[in-house]
């Protein structure tokens, strides 16, 4: 068949990655959320949010700055987890990140569209909760369109996508700088600092908030096989990328503190468009509007380049279904994966955002992020003589940053998000049994015949 001659373009090089990764990461979420991260701390101490998943970003990337120059495959997590485990359950925990990524992924990709929709509804204040999910629904099949393409045509959009998103956060820096007011950004209600539970539970809510906001420095590692040089561009990509970021978001969001009280703050759903409008009036304020909505665009298709190459990468392995290893064979991308993912997002694009948010996260933390730090360590241990191109620094005390915070942030998301998750962990193994059996897979291959 002319797809077994078919290949992956490598047409991606370190400002493709660098773009991809932080188009991915400043989506809709700063915008957006920023007020539910001020709501759940109850004042400016929500910045001590941001600084917990600043910490948390910096130290799990390096754990997969190590996994991804170590560990080469198109696939990303799936390939890091199916190899660490290898000696142990690599087939069931790389089969388990799949059946959690069917959920996760396209979650959060619908969240951009719906978050992003939601700002629009400054323009057209008479949409409804309806229009606005018709208009997700409709975007996600425009960004299938959209991909339908080479992999250099999808990097030349992505960059695009990402120097319009650096205009709009140089913007909001900008009108925050020029009407600052200190007094606003250090109006800390009386007790506001506390080790009592309820202070725990906010600063848990904030933080998984916030490391909502910061996913996506991982984007271009789903991609290996579509990179140029990965051995170079990967660590760099991944560093420069959460560092870059970070940073942006703390600079951005103490100034939007001290543009107006934090109970204002609070209250907004579209908060740069508010404040645009308070200062410049309405014309300014729409125009933000757009750079905003453009911007969480660059996330969603940063998103959907990257998660689309999942199933692929399973279906080649022989965990999924065998259709989706196709690759397109004038385009040469997996475009049966690609519709499946887009698919799937589209539809996640109907639900409530509060959902899709919690459940984002809550349906990813155990396999993949606390999965990856465990599986960094049995690397280490089980083969020390693999090729490490980048090496975590000052190892271990990184990914024990990462394992606690990641934790943390998985018992505060509440029981229904940890019920969600843990069901769905549950469900899948029942099918990773089921697919076993029937294959001769771990743990029934020692029934097989010699």
Not at 174 to 199: E, K, L, M, R, Y
Request: hydrophobic letters at 50%; aromatic letters at 16%; charged letters at 10%.
């Amino acid at each position: 068949m002319s797809n077994n001659k078919s290949h992956l373009d490598r047409g991606l090089g370190l400002l493709h990655a660098t773009a991809s990764n932080m188009a991915t990461m400043v989506g809709i979420g700063p915008f957006i959320t920023f007020p539910l991260i001020v709501s759940a701390m109850g004042g400016p101490q929500a910045m001590l949010g941001w600084v917990a998943g600043a910490v948390i970003a910096i130290s799990d990337g390096q754990v997969w700055a190590e996994l991804s120059t170590s560990l080469r495959g198109e696939g990303g997590s799936y390939v890091y987890l199916r190899e660490a485990y290898k000696k142990y359950f690599g087939k069931l925990i790389a089969f388990l990140f799949i059946w959690s990524f069917l959920l996760s992924g396209p979650l959060e990709i619908a969240s951009g569209y719906v978050g992003m929709v939601h700002y629009i509804s400054f323009i057209w204040p008479a949409l409804t909760e309806t229009h606005i999910r018709l208009l997700a629904f409709t975007t996600g099949i425009f960004t299938i369109v959209l991909h339908y393409n080479r992999i250099k045509f999808v990097g030349a959009i992505t960059i695009i996508l990402w120097i319009i998103m650096l205009i709009t956060v140089a913007l909001t820096i900008f009108v925050g700088i020029t009407h600052f007011n200190p007094h606003n950004a250090f109006d800390f209600p009386d007790n506001w600092f506390s080790f009592s539970w309820g202070f725990l539970m906010g600063l848990g809510g904030s933080t998984l908030i916030a490391m909502y906001d910061l996913l996506g420095y991982y984007n271009i590692c789903y991609v290996e096989e579509e990179v140029k040089n990965p051995e170079y561009v990967f660590p760099r990509a991944i560093i420069w990328s959460v560092v870059g970021v970070t940073l942006l978001y703390a600079v951005m969001n103490f100034l939007v503190l001290g543009v107006l009280p934090w109970q204002e703050v609070a209250k907004s759903t579209h908060i740069i468009s508010d404040i645009f409008n308070k200062f410049y009036g309405n014309t300014f304020a729409i125009v933000i509007t757009v750079l905003v909505a453009f911007t969480a665009y660059g996330s969603i298709y940063s998103l959907m380049m990257s998660y689309s190459r999942l199933p692929f990468a399973a279906a080649r392995d022989g965990f999924f279904f065998d259709w989706l290893k196709a690759i397109h064979p004038e385009k040469h991308f997996p475009h049966y994966s690609l519709l499946l993912v887009g698919g799937i997002t589209c539809i996640a694009s109907l639900l409530d955002l509060g959902f899709i948010i919690a459940a984002t996260l809550s349906s990813r933390i155990l396999i993949q992020f606390l999965g990856q730090i465990i599986g960094l360590t049995l690397l280490r241990k089980d083969n020390p003589e693999l090729k490490r191109p980048f090496k975590m620094w000052l190892y271990p005390i990184p990914s024990i940053i990462a394992f606690i915070g990641f934790s943390f942030i998985f018992i505060s998301s509440g029981i229904e998000a940890i019920s969600l998750g843990l069901i769905w962990i549950a469900i899948g193994t029942g099918f990773y049994l089921l697919w076993a059996k029937h294959n001769m897979e771990w743990p029934f291959q020692f029934n097989k015949s010699s």
